[in-house]
C-alpha cells in the first residue's frame, strides 16, 4: 500500500490531483474554525468544554458532517447537509415530475441541468435552515441556557443568515472544485475530512473520561466494525443476463453475457439522514410552539436521544426509509423493458414481466439484511452508550459507513489510474 501511494506521488497529474485536494481540505477545515460575526464565541466554548453537545440524533448529524463547526458556530456551520438534502429532493422529484424524470435520461445535458436546479435548492434550503439555527441560537435552543448571539438584532440577524448561507454555498463550490480536478467526490471528500478530523478528539475524550481499558475495547470494537462494513459495502448480488445474437447488414451483434449487480446496502446513508430528520421534527416544532406538556414530551422521548421509544423508532424508520429507498432508485420495470430491448435476457426467466417479478423479488429479499445492518449501525452508539457509559462512540452510525464508503470509492479512483500507467494498485 505505501508503495501504491509512493507511485501515485511520481506521476506529475495524479500527484497535482491529490495536493489540490489537500489544499481544498485544508481552506475547508480553516472555515470550519472562523466564527459567525455576532457570536459570543467564549461563551460558546466555555458551554462545550463544561457540559458538551447535545445528544440529539439531527443536530449531532448536522455536527458530523460540518466537522464540529456548528457546535463553535462558524461559518460553515450547516456544513453539506443542505446540498445533501437537496440532491435527496431532487432525485425524488425525478420520480413524480415527468420533467425531471426526462432530463435524467438525456443524459450529460439533463445532468447538469438538474445539478443546477439542485444548487438553487440548495440555497433556498441553507436560507431556511440558517435563519432557523440563528434564531434557535438566540433563544438558547442550540445549547441550553447559552445565547450565542447576545443583543441580536434584525440587521445582525440578516448577516448571520447571509454568512451561514455563504458558507454553504462556497462549501458546495469548493466539492465541485475537487469533482473537477481533485481525486474523487467532492462532497464525499469534504464529508470524509470533517467526520476524520473529529476522530482524535473523541478518542482523546474516550481515554480521559473511560481509562485506558474501555479506550482498548473501543479501539478493537471499532476495528471489527470497520471490517464488517467494509463487508456488507462490497457484497453484490450478481444477476446473470444474456445477451442473443442479432444480425445488422453483414454483421454479428450481440451473444455476450455480463450481469446486474444489486448491492446488499444499495441506499447508503440515506435512510439514516431521512429518520434522524424525521425523529427531530418534534423537537423542532417544540421550540416554534412553545408549549410546556410539548416540550416536556420532547425532552423526554427525542432530545436526549437515549429512550428505548426513540431508539425503537430510529431502528424501525431505517429499515421503512431502506425499503423506500431502494424502490425508488431501482426500477424492476424499467430494467426489464430495456433488457427486453436490446435482447437481453435472463437464464431461465421469461422477458418482459417475468423478468421485473423477478429483479423484484431479489431486490426485496437483499434490502433486509442491508436494512438491518444500517439499523443496527445507527443505533449502535446508543447501546455502547447504556453497556459502558461511552458519551462519544466515533465507530457507529453514519460516520463509520461515510468513512469506509468514501475510503473504498477514492481508493478504486486512485488504483484505477495507477493501473492505467502500469503501477500495481492498492490490492495488487
Not at 26 to 55: C, M
Not at 175 to 185: S, V, Y
Not at 251 to 266: A, E
Not at 282 to 300: G, R, V, Y
Request: hydrophobic share 50%; charged share 10%.
Amino acid at each position: 500500500m505505501l508503495s501504491a501511494f509512493r507511485n501515485a506521488l511520481k506521476i506529475p497529474e495524479l500527484r497535482g490531483k491529490i495536493l489540490f485536494t489537500v489544499a481544498i481540505i485544508a481552506i475547508y477545515r480553516l472555515g470550519s474554525h472562523l466564527p459567525v460575526p455576532g457570536v459570543d464565541f467564549k461563551s460558546v466554548q466555555q458551554f462545550l468544554e463544561t457540559a458538551g453537545a447535545q445528544n440529539n440524533s439531527a443536530f449531532n448529524l448536522i455536527n458530523l458532517f460540518s466537522g464540529g463547526a456548528l457546535t463553535q458556530f462558524a461559518i460553515f456551520a450547516l456544513g453539506i447537509m443542505p446540498y445533501i438534502t437537496s440532491s435527496i429532493i431532487m432525485q425524488l422529484l425525478g420520480v413524480v415530475i415527468p420533467r425531471l424524470e426526462a432530463l435524467q435520461k438525456e443524459g450529460e445535458a439533463g445532468r447538469k441541468k438538474i445539478q443546477q436546479y439542485t444548487r438553487y435548492v440548495t440555497v433556498a434550503l441553507a436560507v431556511l435552515q440558517s435563519a432557523g439555527i440563528v434564531t434557535l441560537a438566540h433563544r438558547g435552543g442550540l445549547l441550553p441556557n447559552v445565547d450565542i448571539f447576545p443583543g441580536l438584532t434584525t440587521p445582525r440577524f440578516a448577516l448571520a443568515v447571509l454568512t451561514l448561507t455563504a458558507g454553504t454555498a462556497l462549501i458546495m463550490w469548493l466539492g465541485e472544485l475537487i469533482t473537477q480536478r481533485g481525486i474523487g467526490n467532492g462532497m464525499s471528500i469534504l464529508i470524509f475530512a470533517a467526520i476524520v478530523a473529529q476522530l482524535p478528539s473523541q478518542g482523546a475524550n474516550i481515554l480521559r473520561s473511560n481509562g485506558g481499558f474501555i479506550f482498548g475495547v473501543m479501539c478493537v470494537l471499532g476495528l471489527a466494525i470497520i471490517v464488517a462494513v467494509i463487508f456488507v459495502e462490497q457484497a453484490q448480488r450478481r444477476i446473470p443476463v444474456q445477451y442473443a445474437k442479432r444480425m445488422v447488414g453483414r454483421r454479428m451483434y450481440g451473444g455476450s453475457s455480463t450481469y446486474i449487480p444489486l448491492k446488499v446496502n444499495q441506499a447508503g446513508v440515506i435512510p439514516i439522514i431521512f429518520a434522524s430528520s424525521l425523529l427531530y421534527l418534534p423537537s423542532l416544532l417544540a421550540s416554534i410552539i412553545n408549549k410546556p406538556w410539548f416540550t416536556s414530551f420532547t425532552e423526554q422521548f427525542t432530545r436526549t436521544g437515549t429512550h428505548p421509544a426513540y431508539i425503537l423508532g430510529y431502528f424501525v424508520l431505517i429499515i421503512a426509509f431502506a425499503y423506500f429507498y431502494n424502490s425508488i432508485a431501482f426500477n424492476p420495470v424499467d430494467t426489464a423493458d430495456n433488457m427486453k430491448k436490446y435482447g437481453g435476457f435472463i437464464p431461465g426467466i421469461r422477458p418482459g414481466k417475468p423478468t421485473a417479478e423477478y429483479l423484484n423479488h431479489i431486490l426485496t429479499r437483499i434490502t433486509l439484511p442491508g436494512a438491518l445492518f444500517l439499523a443496527v449501525i445507527a443505533i449502535l452508539p446508543f447501546i455502547v452508550l447504556a453497556a459502558a457509559g461511552v458519551q462519544q462512540f466515533p465507530f457507529g452510525g453514519t460516520a463509520i459507513l461515510i468513512t469506509v464508503g468514501v475510503g473504498l470509492e477514492t481508493m478504486k479512483q486512485i488504483e484505477s489510474q495507477l493501473l492505467m500507467r502500469n503501477y500495481e494498485g492498492f490490492l495488487r
